[in-house]
């Protein structure tokens, strides 16, 4: 019957919040713990907890949510990661990494990589504090609106952001407090000082503020900042952080911008996977060479900095443009 249809306390997501994020309120609104609210609503047999939900949300969570909140299906759906399809990256995968979506590492229900990030200025605002997708992007490290540098873990203790795991092996715990309480310490988010932003060179840096502001307002192909941008930015990151393919690379754009070098882990991590300062200084290496692509391109070839095999190895669905200006560089054609 319509009447009982809705939740009694159902919330409509906030600005940019993260489906789990969302999952969270509607269950503090309606006066449950997570686990119980999920396990009342949703079912025992459909566990949601034990996976990236935000990531791999299933059918029948979204339409609970759409039949029990009144929320349009679109709306929903832009809670999740997959709203980013078509710009971040071109199509979902059910496992294994994801251009630009950073892993979460799950085992079990504890997160041991480092994939939701925070600002904590942001948090400080809210009138309840939420985390937003965006932090889940992994060239997304600063906050534009603050000036500061976004952060990975607890400030306090340094434990990953699980904010689910609040309330769980507490079963006295009646309130678990605000999303932004670390569940390793109890220390607040909040709580955290804002962290300069290393700024490489200032009219990229410029233009990675603009390119933050687009993410928020998830712009598909009609963009400047759309699919093909976010291909080759991931492109020229990949080759930053190459030992092999591009071993010259940063250097040769350590030595223009005349700038420090910050120590990469030497393994072969991708992109994601990388902390949250490492991956800042590789962006900001990237978006450098993105704001005069072909020409800082052809200078680092005409260096010896990046092969020309290098420039297309992997990339997925390159621009046909960017196809001919590399064929250039192809030395046997020459």
């Excluded at 509607?26 to 034990?50: M, P, T, Y």
């Excluded at 933050?212 to 699919?227: A, T």
């Amino acid at each position: 019957m319509d009447y009982i249809r809705h939740w009694p306390v159902h919330p409509r997501p906030r600005k940019d919040e993260l489906l789990s994020s969302w999952l969270q309120e509607l269950a503090r609104g309606n006066g449950q713990k997570l686990q119980a609210f999920s396990d009342c609503v949703f079912g025992a047999g459909h566990q949601i907890w034990n996976r990236d939900v935000d990531r791999l949300a299933p059918r029948w969570l979204r339409a609970n949510l759409v039949r029990h909140t009144g929320v349009p299906r679109q709306s929903v759906s832009a809670t999740t990661l997959d709203g980013y399809r078509g710009k971040l990256y071109r199509t979902r995968n059910i496992s294994g990494r994801l251009r630009w979506i950073l892993p979460l590492q799950m085992f079990h229900r504890k997160y041991l990589g480092f994939g939701v990030q925070y600002c904590s200025q942001c948090l400080l605002e809210d009138d309840e504090p939420y985390f937003r997708r965006r932090w889940r992007v992994a060239y997304c490290t600063f906050c534009p609106k603050h000036n500061t540098l976004l952060r990975d873990r607890c400030w306090q203790c340094g434990a990953t952001i699980a904010f689910h795991r609040r309330e769980l092996g507490r079963p006295m715990l009646l309130l678990a407090g605000p999303m932004s309480v670390c569940h390793a310490c109890g220390d607040d988010l909040r709580a955290a000082l804002p962290l300069a932003i290393p700024i490489l060179d200032q009219k990229s840096f410029l233009e990675t503020v603009e390119f933050l502001k687009s993410l928020e307002l998830n712009h598909r192909g009609s963009s400047r900042f759309g699919f093909s941008f976010h291909a080759l930015l991931h492109q020229q990151c990949k080759l930053i952080l190459s030992e092999r393919a591009a071993s010259g690379f940063r250097e040769f754009i350590r030595e223009r911008l005349n700038c420090p070098d910050v120590h990469l882990v030497s393994e072969r991590s991708s992109f994601e996977t990388r902390t949250i300062v490492e991956r800042h200084h590789v962006v900001a290496m990237a978006m450098w060479i993105m704001s005069d692509l072909r020409k800082r391109l052809t200078l680092a070839w005409e260096s010896r900095a990046v092969r020309y095999n290098a420039l297309l190895k992997d990339l997925d669905s390159p621009p046909q443009r960017f196809v001919s200006f590399v064929r250039q560089f192809n030395r046997n054609r020459t």
